[in-house]
């Protein structure tokens, strides 16, 4: 039989619903054993470990983040359009998708028509799932400091003061930076650094890792 799905909303986010149109037409009688409609959401965690010498080992940590679905009992298909709706609640604390080069974060619709004594019809659809939309309030004025406590000591005290202590995806990074304590020393550069870090779900011994590195020139 032919498929066909189509997915409302195209673009679903954590705590949404997500609505499969599942559409079979099919040219002469055809019996099923059962019919599944699965949303699946997988992570997987790329690893690279030294070994002796200077060999290295990639391992693939990989983990269900979500499994919903639908079973069709036995029927048949009789010649036409069988066609059938199925919602899925994605849960509010799902993750959306992301890719890096150390991660992957994916969910796909996989629709599997069992027909006995014959190949069966299967096929795999990408669900984008956006990160969920929030309002994050008034702005966060943070400031940062090298110095502890009252003593400043020796060495210069550099200070770092933020319009907002939330960086928004897509937004402007606001602040001034001070560098005081110099005792005649001379500046060469300064530089602002955003490092993005990722952290995995699924459990790894890799831990944090440095995945983006953005360097402003501040100063020279």
């Not at 149109?21 to 992570?43: H, M, N, Q, Y």
């Not at 790329?46 to 679905?69: D, P, Q």
């Not at 602002?192 to 011994?205: P, Q, R, Y």
Request: net charge neutral; glycine share 8%.
């Amino acid at each position: 039989p032919e498929l066909s799905v189509y997915l409302t909303p195209t673009q679903v986010c954590p705590g949404e619903r997500l609505r499969a149109r599942v559409v079979l037409v099919s040219r002469s009688e055809t019996p099923f054993d059962k019919i599944d409609v699965v949303l699946v959401g997988k992570e997987a965690r790329y690893e690279s470990t030294s070994g002796s010498g200077e060999s290295t080992t990639a391992h693939y940590h990989r983990r269900e983040v979500l499994r919903l679905g639908v079973s069709f009992p036995p029927g048949v298909l009789m010649p036409g359009q069988w066609e059938r709706e199925v919602t899925f609640d994605i849960p509010r604390d799902a993750p959306p998708t992301y890719k890096s080069p150390l991660a992957t974060i994916e969910y796909t619709l996989e629709v599997h028509v069992h027909i006995p004594w014959w190949p069966d019809r299967r096929e795999s659809y990408t669900v984008p799932v956006q990160a969920l939309a929030v309002d994050p309030g008034p702005p966060r004025p943070q400031i940062f400091t090298t110095q502890a406590g009252e003593n400043r000591g020796d060495a210069p005290v550099l200070e770092l003061s933020l319009e907002d202590d939330r960086l928004r995806l897509g937004g402007t990074l606001a602040g001034a930076v001070a560098v005081t304590g110099l005792r005649g020393r001379r500046l060469r550069r300064i530089e602002i650094v955003c490092v993005t870090v990722e952290t995995a779900l699924v459990k790894s011994s890799a831990g944090p890792r440095d995945v983006n590195r953005q360097t402003w020139v501040i100063h020279k």
